[in-house]
């Protein structure tokens, strides 16, 4: 290790050990940047708590916790204490439905929670002959499968999405902004926005040019200056936090060349729901001319909803608006609007990039084309 590098960090998540005795570790995030915290969940509600509290957030790590949660629900209830699994296949079953139930009340926008735990119920269904203990082994088996296809998402992602971002004229730098954490913190892999920004990173970097990524601190719960700001720089990406409603001015400079997040549900039309914050980056961008992507992976569309009306939008705790620092700072007596994500329309939105590659100007066609035999 260099002088520089930054102490390793655990990974976002990890299941440690088998079926029968393993535990899901999770990265804290609700301590970053200022602490490093492992949390070990041993049963699915250790998991439901861990994702309501955004201790592990972002669409595709919700859903990889989710799937390792399951395999706690059932095991907690067919084996509380260490030994083997007791009652018989429909006991099993009638715990996976319970569990599964249990986790999808966690949060409900991003979509892949819900398209994790269905993934899960379907390959247990495909096989109705495994005991309970072979079951639990095929329970943990998805997880993980679901975990490496989503790192190996994460990296497609990363080259669809720098394939498509201009170069700046003369020695200029090629300025990306982005909104909320769609990074490792997200994903099991190296995130779909940010997977983009680090490969972009890197590209330049090779050519002997400079990129810089502006991360929106994303009121009210900060994961851009948090979470974002703490990836970019420990990777050596130069960074710069704005304030959200610093946008407009900064891309008035001309400093911004694309506009790149991720999302927590697209529809079967492109619109894309994300983090709040994001549908004022894509009007800016229009107004601008500047690009603006959505990188998110195929488990993150939803065709069963036909445009970004029908998507659930998760309203929070009113304290994390009215609170700062766990004080009081608006005006006794006010109330607060504070939905998590907002829409963004597809006639706003240049690309969608997935690890199947590009949706330019997506529209429900175009989406179902690219999403066929998905
Ligand atoms: C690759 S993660 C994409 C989205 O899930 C991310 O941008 C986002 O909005 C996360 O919101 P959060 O409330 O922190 O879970």
Same mark, same amino acid.
């Given at each position: 290790?260099?002088?520089?590098?930054?102490?390793? %960090?655990?990974?976002?998540?990890?299941?440690?050990?088998?079926? !029968?005795?393993?535990?899901?570790?999770?990265?804290?995030?609700?301590? @970053?940047?200022?602490?490093?915290?492992?949390?070990?969940?041993?049963?699915?509600?250790? #998991?439901?708590?861990?994702?309501?509290?955004?201790?592990?957030?972002?669409?595709?790590?919700?859903?990889?916790?989710?799937?390792?949660?399951? @395999? !706690?629900? #059932?095991?907690?209830? !067919?084996?509380?204490?260490?030994?083997?699994?007791?009652?018989?296949?429909?006991?099993?079953?009638?715990?996976?439905?319970?569990?599964?139930?249990?986790?999808? %009340?966690?949060?409900?926008? =991003? #979509?892949? &929670?819900?398209?994790?735990?269905?993934?899960?119920?379907?390959?247990?269904?495909?096989?109705?002959?495994?005991?309970?203990?072979?079951?639990?082994?095929? &329970? *943990?088996?998805?997880?993980? =499968?679901?975990? =490496?296809?989503?790192?190996?998402?994460? +990296?497609?992602?990363?080259?669809?999405?720098?394939?498509?971002?201009?170069?700046?004229?003369?020695?200029?730098?090629?300025?990306? $902004?982005?909104?909320?954490?769609?990074?490792?913190?997200?994903?099991?892999?190296?995130?779909?926005?940010?997977?983009?920004?680090?490969? %972009?990173?890197?590209?330049?970097?090779?050519?002997?040019?400079?990129?810089?990524?502006?991360?929106?601190?994303?009121?009210? $719960?900060?994961?851009?200056?948090?979470?974002?700001?703490?990836? @970019?720089?420990?990777?050596?990406?130069?960074?710069? /936090? *704005?304030?959200?409603?610093? +946008?407009?001015? $900064? &891309?008035?400079?001309?400093?911004?060349?694309?506009?790149?997040?991720?999302?927590?549900?697209?529809?079967?039309?492109?619109?894309?729901?994300?983090?709040?914050?994001?549908?004022?980056? +894509? /009007? *800016?961008?229009?107004?601008?001319?500047?690009?603006?992507?959505?990188?998110?992976?195929?488990?993150?569309?939803?065709?069963?909803?036909?445009?970004?009306?029908?998507?659930?939008?998760?309203?929070?705790?009113?304290?994390?608006?009215?609170?700062?620092?766990? @004080?009081?700072? =608006?005006?006794?007596?006010?109330?607060?609007?504070?939905?998590?994500?907002?829409?963004?329309?597809?006639?706003?939105? +240049?690309? *969608?990039?997935?690890?199947?590659?590009?949706?330019?100007?997506?529209?429900?066609?175009?989406?179902?084309?690219?999403?066929?035999?998905?």
């Amino acid at each position: 290790m260099s002088e520089s590098s930054p102490p390793a %960090a655990p990974p976002t998540l990890r299941w440690v050990g088998d079926a !029968l005795t393993g535990s899901l570790e999770l990265l804290d995030q609700t301590r @970053l940047p200022g602490e490093v915290v492992t949390l070990s969940c041993r049963t699915d509600e250790d #998991v439901f708590g861990a994702i309501r509290r955004l201790s592990v957030r972002g669409a595709p790590a919700i859903g990889v916790s989710a799937a390792f949660g399951l @395999l !706690l629900g #059932v095991r907690q209830a !067919l084996a509380p204490t260490p030994g083997p699994m007791k009652g018989d296949r429909a006991a099993f079953d009638a715990a996976l439905a319970a569990s599964a139930e249990k986790l999808a %009340a966690s949060r409900p926008t =991003a #979509v892949n &929670l819900f398209w994790a735990l269905a993934r899960c119920r379907r390959a247990l269904s495909a096989e109705p002959d495994l005991s309970p203990g072979d079951a639990l082994v095929r &329970l *943990l088996e998805e997880a993980q =499968a679901i975990e =490496a296809e989503d790192r190996a998402m994460c +990296a497609a992602i990363g080259r669809h999405g720098a394939d498509l971002l201009p170069e700046p004229a003369g020695d200029g730098e090629l300025g990306l $902004l982005t909104h909320c954490n769609a990074g490792g913190l997200a994903t099991a892999g190296d995130g779909t926005a940010l997977a983009v920004l680090f490969e %972009a990173h890197r590209r330049a970097t090779d050519a002997g040019r400079r990129v810089r990524v502006y991360a929106d601190e994303t009121r009210p $719960l900060l994961q851009g200056a948090r979470l974002t700001a703490w990836e @970019l720089t420990r990777r050596g990406v130069p960074t710069t /936090v *704005l304030c959200d409603s610093a +946008a407009a001015s $900064l &891309l008035a400079t001309g400093r911004v060349h694309a506009v790149v997040t991720g999302a927590d549900r697209v529809a079967a039309n492109g619109d894309a729901a994300n983090k709040i914050g994001t549908f004022p980056l +894509a /009007v *800016l961008a229009h107004r601008f001319h500047v690009p603006f992507y959505i990188a998110a992976p195929t488990s993150t569309f939803d065709r069963e909803l036909a445009s970004g009306k029908e998507i659930p939008i998760e309203q929070r705790d009113a304290a994390e608006v009215l609170n700062y620092g766990g @004080l009081r700072t =608006a005006a006794d007596g006010a109330e607060a609007y504070n939905p998590a994500f907002d829409v963004t329309p597809a006639d706003l939105i +240049a690309a *969608l990039v997935t690890e199947r590659g590009v949706i330019p100007s997506p529209t429900a066609e175009a989406v179902a084309a690219h999403l066929a035999d998905a």
